[in-house]
């Protein structure tokens, strides 16, 4: 027998293990730049040079709260198609 799944939380669980997916990759990549830069920094003057990681954290981790947000947000793509469709056929008349 088979068993029909329902097609919106099969979607959103998609998302969800992709975002997972995501998330690894950042922590692993990110961690590791950060401790490159921890094991090759020299002081310089008794001051740390500028912290180069910080712009892939940053950069990717904008990335990434985006990609948490479409996975757990709250955030209705349908809802919102059917609110510009509503506004559209408002304008129009």
């Not at 099969?10 to 293990?17: D, L, Y």
């Not at 961690?31 to 003057?45: F, R, V």
């Not at 709260?65 to 008349?93: F, M, P, T, W």
Request: zero cysteines; charged letters at 25%.
């Amino acid at each position: 027998m088979e068993t029909s799944r329902n097609e919106l939380l099969w979607k959103k669980a998609k998302k969800r293990a992709a975002f997972k997916a995501h998330l690894r990759s950042y922590v692993v990549v990110i961690g590791g730049l950060w401790i490159i830069y921890g094991l090759t920094t020299q002081q310089y003057w008794g001051h740390h040079i500028h912290p180069w990681p910080i712009w892939p954290t940053l950069g990717w981790g904008i990335g990434l709260l985006s990609h948490y947000l479409a996975a757990y947000g709250h955030y209705d793509e349908k809802k919102s198609v059917e609110i510009e469709y509503e506004k559209l056929l408002r304008e129009q008349r």
